[in-house]
């Protein structure tokens, strides 16, 4: 009988395509090592219990093939491979479904003896004999497939052997691997497990792999770039100086791996970083893949337009826009267009998580989650960042607790994954210390300018008592005023908006809402009208506004620094003016201390209150001595745990800091997503979304839903569980009804909260 891995598709065909697709990631004994994971990971499929699976006739325990195909696998590789291959191969096709988890959950506790304290094992190895029972009654049609990949013999071998020695063995090699705790095993399985899995979908799905991305050359680029930038100004030249001084750096430097672009704000980065990670490229040869790293979806979309517009003129980039030039994160589109493959949504998707692109514009959720993680859908792209130049943009963003794990992350990527990186910010963070700065003379360029200025007013100030002295305050000027909290934000609003064009800006507001606020702010702006917007730190990164006064809500230092940022921007104003509040409660609180906690904020306040006024020329030194500060006295628990983690396998299970449990996204466990349905568009894509769960066929129902997805995140909003009970919950979402919007939703402050909630999302 013809055995199928897919109802389309001859078994023995998908497992050399599987091979076929990433064997050019590989050399040498690499190359032998992947080969014999892609020719043995679905080895499980040769049972009649699968195929009848497959044709939807029967499905059972019986029918699973992860097991029985790592066990195969396993085999082969300790036939074959030398130590610590073998439990590699075993690891990466037991989990190339799932994600990975701790190898001591899926070997024996003892290398000597199995008991009956090896649960998962022994109920395992009930299933693995009746399957080995099935492939031996067809064993001869089985070993004509393996023959034709070399490995007939073993097949033979393998039909003889006692699975539970074959576990022992995998056991002996992960003790001693963890007893050598060397971060290398962590950096190998990760890569072969990901270049399973990546061309295991790709093949499962039809979607034909790229034979190579999509370059642009530094020249054609750059010639865009000047004519783009001729005859708009430069802030007396400073621009110009800056990208000229690093991208010669970059050519001094190009046999170091790690680098610095420590700029003010306002001083082109994007151009000056993609610039050198371009030159860079050129200089190291090869197609290197570029991927630009940003903290929030809103700089994302902003700086990849900056990119997009240069390639926009180029014929070979019209043609084939998705293998040049991608954008990926939650809220993106998916679309990755070819004009010789008419690819279905699905493939589409996929070939954007894979990141096939020669530029990747995304978020450090999807690069720290794939560096730092045991998920599947993240790993696929795990081999795509080997070779490539990382462009981290505003890393500060991260929370300081993990800056010793990233640090740690990147240095292993730069070891290991001959990874270049080039990090920009204006307020340098303590990581990388080895770094080249290729912006020579940096504190040079902060002293130069003197568009703002920090005034620290720490006396302590509640809500109301700023409301009032506000207003009694107020001048023909534009002002904008960042809270911490939403409460917080929506009280000083409520105070304010009987002045004058006063607008309010956070997360409250569903996402649809909220782009279309910084659209009309923006835009008022640049007429040069003397508004109020009243905002959380949604706004301290990635929105292009410039006012005149900028009031922040006591907070760490970095946070105030890039609120500075949307002050006096351009520096066509007089001076700007940067207060710093340190509001209150009513208990007395700060209320930076729901966010933050107290470690940062009190440094800050400790290197400020002392002061009347601080220039931006005398920023750099403040940040510098705030980082070392803050490093000090921050505790690395959370960080050194992950490391441990990372150096022990350790991915799942009942430790305090398994791979698992990191995510650069705080999750609030009493907070829920909740659609609101805000207009008639909303309503349709609801009703258009609940159509699309009625198709049984998953493939269709999933290519449906692709084409709706971003309409339908404009719609949702994280709001507290325990008001959960006013919400429908239709088919498992829980709705915001039109009719009930008058109630629970605001058009200017988006969800109405209780008075006491203090936990923030911004």
């Given at each position: 009988m013809p055995f199928y891995s897919h109802p389309d598709k001859l078994l023995i065909e998908h497992l050399k395509e599987v091979y076929?697709?990433?064997?050019?990631?590989?050399?040498?004994?690499?190359?032998?090592?992947?080969?014999?994971?892609?020719?043995?990971?679905?080895?499980?499929?040769?049972?009649?219990?699968?195929?009848?699976?497959?044709?939807?006739?029967?499905?059972?325990?019986?029918?699973?093939?992860?097991?029985?195909?790592?066990?195969?696998?396993?085999?082969?590789?300790?036939?074959?491979?030398?130590?610590?291959?073998?439990?590699?191969?075993?690891?990466?096709?037991?989990?190339?479904?799932?994600?990975?988890?701790?190898?001591?959950?899926?070997?024996?506790?003892?290398?000597?003896?199995?008991?009956?304290?090896?649960?998962?094992?022994?109920?395992?190895?009930n299933i693995f004999k009746k399957q080995m029972e099935d492939i031996k009654k067809n064993k001869d049609e089985i070993y004509k497939d393996y023959e034709m990949v070399g490995l007939g013999q073993i097949f033979n071998d393998f039909l003889e052997e006692d699975a539970l020695d074959i576990l022992k063995e995998l056991r002996k090699i992960h003790f001693k691997i963890e007893r050598e705790?060397?971060?290398?095993?962590?950096?190998?399985?990760?890569?072969?497990?990901?270049?399973?899995?990546?061309?295991?979908?790709?093949?499962?799905?039809?979607?034909?792999?790229?034979?190579?991305?999509?370059?642009?050359?530094?020249?054609?680029?750059?010639?865009?770039?000047?004519?783009?930038?001729?005859?708009?100004?430069?802030?007396?030249?400073?621009?110009?100086?800056?990208?000229?001084?690093?991208?010669?750096?970059?050519?001094?430097?190009?046999?170091?791996?790690?680098?610095?672009?420590?700029a003010p704000t306002g001083t082109g980065k994007t151009y000056t970083g993609f610039f050198s990670a371009l030159k860079l490229r050129e200089l190291l040869g090869g197609n290197r893949r570029i991927i630009y790293s940003l903290p929030f979806t809103s700089i994302i979309d902003q700086n990849y337009d900056v990119i997009e517009e240069l390639f926009s003129k180029f014929q070979e980039y019209q043609s084939f826009k998705g293998r040049y030039l991608i954008k990926h994160h939650s809220m993106a589109d998916v679309e990755y267009l070819d004009e010789n493959m008419d690819y279905t949504k699905t493939q589409q998707e996929l070939l954007i998580e894979n990141w096939e692109s020669g530029v990747v514009v995304t978020t450090f959720v999807q690069l720290l989650e794939t560096l730092i993680g045991n998920r599947n859908r993240m790993l696929k792209k795990f081999v795509n960042i080997r070779g490539s130049i990382i462009l981290l943009d505003e890393v500060q963003a991260i929370d300081i607790k993990y800056y010793p794990l990233i640090d740690f992350i990147f240095n292993l990527a730069?070891?290991?994954?001959?990874?270049?990186?080039?990090?920009?910010?204006?307020?340098?963070?303590?990581?990388?210390?080895?770094?080249?700065?290729?912006?020579?003379?940096?504190?040079?360029?902060?002293?130069?300018?003197?568009?703002?200025?920090?005034?620290?007013?720490?006396e302590g100030i509640s809500v109301g008592e700023f409301i009032q002295e506000f207003k009694e305050n107020i001048q023909d000027k534009s002002y904008l005023?960042?809270?911490?909290?939403?409460?917080?934000?929506?009280?000083?609003?409520?105070?304010?908006?009987?002045?004058?064009?006063?607008?309010?800006?956070?997360?409250?507001?569903?996402?649809?809402?909220?782009?279309?606020?910084?659209?009309?702010?923006?835009?008022?702006?640049?007429?040069?009208?003397?508004?109020?917007?009243?905002?959380?730190?949604?706004?301290?990164?990635?929105?292009?506004?410039?006012?005149?006064?900028?009031?922040?809500?006591?907070a760490p230092l970095d946070s105030i620094i890039q609120c500075a940022g949307r002050c006096n921007r351009n520096g066509k104003k007089e001076l700007g003016e940067v207060y710093v509040y340190k509001m209150v409660n009513e208990k007395g609180e700060l209320f930076s201390k729901h966010v933050y906690g107290n470690t940062s904020v009190n440094i800050t306040k400790e290197l400020i209150e002392n002061k009347e006024v601080i220039f931006e020329k005398d920023y750099y030194n403040l940040i510098n001595d705030y980082f070392k500060m803050v490093i000090n006295n921050k505790q690395k628990d959370v960080s050194n745990g992950y490391i441990e983690s990372i150096k022990r396998l350790i991915f799942t299970g009942?430790?305090?800091?398994?791979?698992?449990?990191?995510?650069?996204?705080?999750?609030?466990?009493?907070?829920i997503d909740v659609f609101v349905e805000v207009d008639d568009e909303a309503v349709k894509t609801l009703k258009k979304y609940f159509e699309i769960l009625l198709i049984k066929d998953y493939e269709k129902r999933r290519e449906e839903y692709l084409k709706i997805k971003n309409q339908l995140n404009y719609y949702f909003i994280s709001v507290p569980e325990k008001t959960y009970k006013n919400f429908e919950n239709r088919y498992g979402i829980f709705v915001l009804p039109q009719i009930a919007l008058k109630d629970y939703y605001n058009v200017d402050t988006g969800l109405i909260r209780e008075k006491d909630e203090t936990f923030m999302i911004f």
């Open positions: 076929d697709i990433n064997k050019g990631l590989f050399e040498d004994e690499d190359r032998e090592v992947y080969r014999v994971i892609s020719i043995c990971h679905d080895f499980g499929k040769y049972t009649t219990y699968f195929q009848r699976h497959l044709f939807g006739k029967e499905t059972s325990e019986f029918s699973k093939h992860g097991f029985i195909s790592a066990i195969f696998g396993g085999y082969v590789a300790l036939n074959l491979l030398k130590e610590p291959y073998p439990l590699y191969v075993y690891l990466a096709i037991l989990h190339h479904h799932g994600n990975l988890e701790t190898p001591l959950e899926h070997l024996p506790k003892n290398f000597k003896k199995i008991d009956e304290g090896d649960i998962w094992v022994l109920d395992k190895m705790q060397n971060e290398i095993h962590y950096v190998n399985l990760l890569y072969f497990y990901s270049a399973l899995i990546s061309a295991d979908k790709l093949s499962a799905s039809n979607t034909r792999a790229l034979d190579n991305i999509g370059v642009i050359e530094f020249d054609r680029l750059n010639r865009e770039r000047e004519e783009k930038i001729k005859g708009k100004q430069d802030i007396n030249g400073i621009r110009s100086s800056i990208f000229k001084n690093v991208l010669q750096n970059i050519q001094k430097n190009k046999d170091k791996s790690m680098f610095t672009i420590t730069v070891k290991y994954l001959e990874v270049k990186i080039i990090m920009m910010t204006a307020t340098k963070p303590a990581i990388l210390n080895g770094a080249v700065e290729l912006l020579e003379g940096c504190d040079k360029y902060f002293s130069l300018f003197n568009r703002t200025k920090l005034i620290p007013r720490l005023i960042v809270c911490n909290t939403i409460n917080q934000s929506i009280e000083i609003f409520s105070g304010l908006k009987d002045l004058e064009d006063v607008y309010y800006l956070s997360t409250n507001l569903v996402p649809k809402h909220r782009r279309e606020r910084i659209k009309e702010v923006s835009e008022r702006l640049k007429r040069g009208d003397k508004i109020i917007l009243v905002s959380t730190q949604v706004v301290e990164a990635g929105v292009d506004f410039d006012f005149d006064v900028v009031i922040r809500d006591l009942d430790y305090k800091y398994p791979l698992s449990r990191f995510s650069l996204i705080e999750n609030n466990p009493t907070y």
